[in-house]
């Protein structure tokens, strides 16, 4: 998951919820982030899939959050948007002879299950409200 999503989510979520319902469009958004505009209209939609974000289509369009920045919680946004396993995966199909080779993709999953669990945890525990106090 090491690819920016999460980064890239929850600015546009402090952003929407900065915005305290005003519409903001996906230009204004990729100027406060620097990135190209089409991303994220990208993370608008999958953002918007997940229940996190309403739009609105036209000349006058934009986003808003869809709910109380209060009801969102980091762990959610954080779910909505991993890909893989923050440790990463394993690439390769190791020597099924060997003692350790043959359990360690098994070993591996659950250790990062248990720590991706934890992660979660910590993150359910702070709203976007939370972290949107730190931008004054």
Request: charged share 20%; proline share 3%.
């Amino acid at each position: 998951m090491n690819n920016g999503k999460f980064a890239i989510s929850l600015h546009i979520l402090v952003l929407l919820d900065k915005a305290k319902g005003e519409l903001l469009s996906s230009e204004y958004m990729a100027g406060s982030i620097n990135i190209n505009p089409v991303l994220v209209r990208k993370e608008l939609i999958n953002l918007r899939k997940k229940g996190f974000v309403a739009s609105k289509e036209g000349k006058n369009g934009g986003a808003t959050l869809a709910k109380p920045a209060e009801e969102i919680t980091l762990g959610a946004l954080y779910e909505s948007v991993r890909q893989s396993h923050l440790l990463g995966s394993q690439k390769n199909e190791p020597n099924p002879s060997c003692t350790v080779g043959k359990h360690i993709n098994s070993h591996l999953n659950d250790l990062y299950d248990e720590t991706e669990q934890i992660l979660i945890s910590q993150l359910n525990k702070q709203t976007l409200a939370d972290f949107s106090h730190r931008f004054t």
